[in-house]
T-cell receptor, first 109, second 117 residues
Framework: GQSLEQPSEVTAVEGAIVQINCTYQ??????LSWYQQHDGGAPTFLSY??LDGLEETGRFSSFLSRSDSYGYLLLQELQMKDSASYFC??????????WGAGTKLIIKP | SAVISQKPSRDICQRGTSLTIQCQVD?????MFWYRQQPGQSLTLIAT?????????ESGFVIDKFPISRPNLTFSTLTVSNMSPEDSSIYLC??????????????FGPGTRLTVL
């Protein structure tokens, strides 16, 4: 089967750091992506890891360990506008994405 | 990047009718995808629509219920046929930007919010 697991909800304080984990089991794997979706909005791309290690883009970083079938999204210096749902997704062949259930990030002042 | 528009943005339909959703991209793309998303839920891939070939449907979705057209590299339509209240959802189209410098990004349209009464 194919599945991705991520926490359903994470709460953090403005200015803090938060890590959202994702574990996956898929029959094919080309890379792990992260998307952000605000309520009522469309998903927007954040990062993509095809190889092991850390990718950094501004306040956001993403990590992948293919041997552990595990990745995480790290958000630093949290801002209220970061309140959203975050999805991990595994890229299969033909560029199809298999999506996790999503993690709702709640940020408190 | 890619800018994607969808029409209609929302609609309320009667059961038994059909609705065609249009997806327009500002650049030529090979791969286009149609998703369904219930509010607060994850995205479920309906089908992959590549220009010049028949759409490929995921398990649980059939062409008779969700016919797709892909007449050129910038446009696609998804029809939701013989609708029932269970078809109430947000329908999203997306495109994949590929190539040597690609990071396997998918860009999404704003979605079509469908309510079936």
């Amino acid at each position: 089967g194919q599945s991705l697991e991520q926490p359903s909800e994470v709460t953090a304080v403005e200015g803090a750091i938060v890590q959202i984990n994702c574990t996956y089991q898929t029959s094919g794997f080309y890379g792990l992506s992260w998307y952000q979706q605000h309520d009522g909005g469309a998903p927007t791309f954040l990062s993509y890891n095809a190889l092991d290690g850390l990718e950094e883009t501004g306040r956001f970083s993403s990590f992948l360990s293919r041997s552990d079938s595990y990745g995480y999204l790290l958000l630093q210096e949290l801002q209220m506008k970061d309140s959203a749902s975050y999805f991990c997704a595994v890229r299969k062949g033909n560029y199809q994405l298999i999506w996790g259930a999503g993690t709702k990030l709640i940020i408190k002042p | 990047s890619a800018v994607i528009s969808q029409k209609p943005s929302r609609d309320i339909c009667q059961r038994g009718t059909s609705l065609t959703i249009q997806c327009q991209v500002d650049s030529q793309v090979t791969m286009m995808f149609w998703y369904r998303q219930q509010p607060g839920q994850s995205l479920t891939l309906i089908a992959t629509a590549n220009q010049g070939s028949e759409a490929t449907y995921e398990s649980g979705f059939v062409i008779d219920k969700f016919p797709i057209s892909r007449p050129n590299l910038t446009f696609s339509t998804l029809t939701v046929s013989n609708m029932s209240p269970e078809d109430s959802s947000i329908y999203l189209c997306s495109v994949a930007k590929t190539g040597a410098s690609s990071t396997d990004t998918q860009y999404f349209g704003p979605g079509t919010r469908l309510t079936v009464l």
